[in-house]
């Protein structure tokens, strides 16, 4: 099989109008109602998924064979399998729901999981292929993000404000993604409102790390933890999350992944529960940088519902950009890239290793410069001018009691404490650091590669999390990861410079340490709100459709019944080790105003 | 914020209670009452008392910090008036990029 040797298309970053995105990144903070009056309507632009040219065959030619166990399958691995016959969409599912009964008491990735809904979903879906119908995700069961709305499945994003919270419509994303074949597994776990790793509102951590289910204190990164652990833990192969700073990179990095934040706008935020509107980013993660894009072709694209979405450029083929390519009978980067390295970013082996394979693949390795005054720039005081944006959507609940923000609230009230004259001087400021940042650096390289999600998060700009090592600590292995930030609109080049790289490593193929459940652990789910509910003496709180302007009105919240585990289909019983259980920690509430979002 | 109280520099008797005092008020002007929250209750996710050393705490951080950002505000301001946004810092490339 041919593996491209012509040159495709230059990829959107070396095309674009950066007065276009100038522009566009100015009139973000004007923006403040991105979404207005009736239920999210699909415009014609958005009424089906934007479909690649590229076969799934030829993208996964020459991986190894995935072998006969679904859970170590990838996203696309699945769906052509699925396509192919060798199982059903339900077969795929049920051991999804078996693993999350059997593993998800200790990993507590999951929140809610409707195991009924899910299985008629996949018979569906498996009649609609077996009827011929294309459905590029067919099959797939997704982890979902808990601050994305989904139809008739409670959406509590980790807050007492949400916690009976029952959506009458899915979020833009997630129709986009059940239209593509893809099955919700259920919502994961994270950060309360997008805050820290998941915690329970009162702070105490709920999901485990997939490299150290046993140990509470080992982060997973956050604020999209549950769905990077469901996917570490070959739960499901891919699924959502959402990045303000650093909240699907750094769940990645901590747990060995490939996730990426797109250019803002990129990707809908409609019918996502927001934290900051200039900084929210819904993003794929997965084990690889083919599921990524694959998730990425169906999620992106225009949404009359969110005009944050409009005047970019076309979706693009991003299953393109992540083809193979080979130059000389060697794997190769289809683009002539200039990677920048930052003067701050650590020389560690793993890291030098990554870049002198990047060299051997044909990128051009350019050390560069900050543009002046990057300290002030990207310091967190100008970073804390994104809060102003979290209180004003949420001010009816912080009016009703601020009590119903739990460990969460202390940004919330610092966003009412900055001046009118302080918020605009912060957007002009991040303003001239993206001017400075297209005239400057991306003027020399194409990609940097760098250690925070600073500044691409405050600037909208594509950023992408690969693992590119591990490091032996004594109590087991743990990733190594790198970040790769771009221009804007290059998640293509960012997609293929991470196909390329994990076409000569092996790292994304990692596996954590097998362990199996003990006796005494309890079946999953384990949903926050069985641990931390909300206290009686709060008040049931203002309903979404009337607090939050970017949701859609929707249908009034459906109190759901409780929870019920779902019976276990666990293993024989095996000896306990006797082993005490190691104390939950609990994130002090001047912790979240440091930690990922 | 400081009221002409004391300049900046100089010493500022009751410096605390007069923040604690602003951020209560400012507060209260947008309808949050945080006298919702317990006064000193260590094992509360909040109280009082933690809101308003955080809220100083931000107070004494961001606000100077944002004072100090590097640009002339006589210079155009692009978030009013998004049709006009400056100079185009590379006028002649146009819809190509590099």
Redesign the interface.
């Known amino acids: 099989m041919s593996l491209r040797p012509e040159s495709p298309p ?1 990829p959107q ?7 276009r995105f ?2 566009l990144a ?2 973000l ?2 923006s403040s109602i991105p979404a207005r009056g009736g239920a999210p309507e699909p415009g014609p632009d958005s009424g089906s998924p934007h479909r690649s040219g590229m076969e799934l065959e030829r993208i996964l030619a020459g991986r190894p064979d995935p072998g006969p166990d679904p859970s170590s399958w990838s996203a696309a691995e699945t769906a052509l399998l699925v396509r192919r016959g060798a199982l059903s969409p339900e077969e795929v599912l049920l051991g999804t729901l078996d693993r999350i009964r059997r593993l998800d008491g200790v990993l507590r990735a999951f929140n809610a999981v409707d195991e009924g809904a899910v299985r008629a979903e996949a018979r569906r879906i498996g009649r609609a292929i077996r009827a011929g119908e294309q459905l590029p995700l067919g099959g797939v069961p997704l982890a979902i993000k808990d601050n994305f709305l989904t139809l008739g499945l409670r959406t509590t994003a980790n807050s007492w404000i949400f916690q009976d919270f029952v959506p009458g419509a899915d979020a833009e994303v997630v129709r986009r993604l059940r239209a593509a074949g893809a099955l919700v597994a259920g919502k994961t776990q994270m950060g309360p409102l997008a805050t820290t790793r998941a915690t329970t ?3 105490r951590v709920t999901t485990r790390s997939a490299w150290a289910p046993r140990d509470p204190g080992v982060n997973p990164g956050g604020s999209s933890t549950g769905t990077a652990t469901a996917i570490a833990a070959r739960l499901v192969p891919a699924g959502t999350g959402t990045q303000t700073g650093g909240s699907i990179t750094q769940p990645a990095l901590a747990q060995g992944l490939t996730g990426l934040k797109p250019t803002m706008g990129r990707v809908s935020l409609s019918g996502v529960i927001p934290l900051s509107w200039t900084r929210d980013h819904p993003g794929p993660l997965a084990r690889d940088s083919v599921d990524v894009a694959l998730l990425l072709q169906t999620m992106a694209g225009p949404d009359p519902s969110d005009p944050r979405t409009s005047g970019h450029p076309p979706v693009p083929d991003f299953l393109q950009a992540v083809a193979p390519v080979e130059r000389r009978g060697r794997p190769a980067l289809p683009w002539k890239t200039r990677i920048g390295v930052l003067p701050d970013w650590p020389d560690t082996p793993e890291r030098k290793t990554f870049l002198s394979t990047l060299a051997s693949l044909g990128a051009e390795l350019v050390e560069v410069e900050l543009p ?2 990057w300290a ?2 990207t ?1 967190p ?2 970073n ?2 994104r809060l102003v944006e979290r209180a004003e959507p949420f ?1 009816p609940w ?2 009703q ?3 119903l ?3 969460a ?2 940004p919330w ?2 966003g ?4 009118g004259d ?1 918020f ?6 991040k ?2 650091l993206l ?1 400075r940042l ?2 400057g650096l ?2 020399q390289v194409d990609l940097v590669v760098q250690s925070t999600p600073i500044p691409f998060d405050l600037l909208g700009l594509p950023l992408l999390a690969i693992p590119i090592g591990s490091e032996a600590t004594p109590a087991g292995p743990r990733p190594i990861g790198a970040l790769l930030g771009g221009a804007p609109w290059g998640e293509e080049r960012l997609l293929a410079v991470a196909s390329a790289w994990q076409r000569v490593t092996e790292w994304h193929r990692t596996a954590p340490p097998l362990w199996e459940p003990l006796p005494e652990d309890p079946p999953g789910p384990l949903p926050w709100w069985t641990e931390d509910p909300r206290p009686p003496e709060l008040p049931r709180p203002t309903e979404p459709t009337a607090g939050l302007s970017l949701l859609a009105p929707l249908p009034a919240p459906v109190v759901p019944p409780p929870v019920e585990p779902a019976p276990s289909d666990a293993p024989p019983p095996r000896h306990s080790t006797g082993t005490p259980p190691i104390p939950v920690p609990r994130i002090p ?2 912790l979240v ?1 440091e930690l990922g979002e | 914020m400081n009221g002409g109280a004391a300049s900046p520099s100089a010493p500022w008797p009751d410096r605390e209670a007069d923040l604690d005092r602003w ?1 209560l008020l ?2 209260e002007m ?5 006298s ?2 317990p006064e000193e209750a260590p094992e509360a ?2 109280d009082r008392r ?2 308003l050393a ?2 100083r705490a ?2 004494g ?11 002339a505000e006589s210079g155009p ?3 009013l008036y ?1 049709a006009s ?1 400056g100079p ?3 006028p002649g ?6």
Not at chain 1, 13 to 19: E, H, N, S, T
């Open positions: 230059p970053d070396a095309r674009f109008d950066r007065r100038l522009s100015a009139l903070p004007l509102p009162s702070g002046p005054d002030i720039l310091s005081e100008l804390n001018v001010l912080l009016r009691d601020p009590r923000f739990g460990s609230l202390l009230i610092h009412l404490l900055l001046s302080e605009l001087r912060g957007q002009r400021a303003h001239l001017e297209l005239a991306f003027s509430p001047e105003l | 951020i400012r507060l947008a309808g949050v009452e945080l919702l929250l996710p909040v933690r809101v955080a809220a931000f107070l951080r961001t606000p100077p910090a944002l004072r100090s950002l590097p640009f301001v692009p978030l998004p946004l185009d810092p590379d490339r146009g819809e190509a990029g590099p």
